[in-house]
């Protein structure tokens, strides 16, 4: 996840004009010049490195593998004119598992919750998802 999001601001960063990217391996930051030296000082204190955790290794892997299995979506609907709101699916999401006829509960545990409220969805349908929202944020 850090180097992605590492990635990500490094490709904002080059597409500003005028903004200079540099790279520096870890360990060798004494080989920058005095310039580079001076502005990453300034943000990053290689005085306070100790402070900097070590990587966990695999920890990216883990954090994909727990979202396989906690990820849970709930679909409310009052079709039968009752409303209700059993599991679907566990596991990996898709756009395509949502559909604007009803309401659903994206419950993703350390995560978050989320309510998708589809467009033709009844005030029922979303009224119930966000009360089960809810009640899944207060558990």
């Known amino acids: 996840m850090e180097r992605i999001t590492a990635s990500g601001l490094a490709n904002k960063l080059r597409d500003n004009l005028g903004e200079e990217i ?9 080989d ?12 990053l204190p290689l005085e306070e490195r100790e402070k900097v955790r070590e990587e966990i290794k695999g920890n990216d892997r883990k954090m994909s593998d727990n979202l396989e299995k906690e990820i849970s979506l709930y679909r ?10 059993p599991l679907i699916k566990k596991g990996r999401l898709h756009y395509s598992d949502l559909t604007e006829d009803d309401a659903f509960i994206v419950e993703a545990g350390d995560l978050g919750v989320w309510v998708w409220l589809g467009r033709r969805s009844t005030e029922q349908e979303r009224g119930g998802a966000m009360a089960v929202g809810e009640g899944f944020i207060k558990d």
Not at 32 to 43: F, G, I
Request: proline letters at 0%.
């Open 22 to 30: 540099v790279h520096v391996r870890d360990g060798e930051e004494e």
């Open 32 to 43: 920058m010049v005095e310039e580079e030296l001076e502005t990453w000082n300034k943000h």
């Open 76 to 85: 409310c609907s009052d079709i039968t004119g009752k409303l209700e709101i």
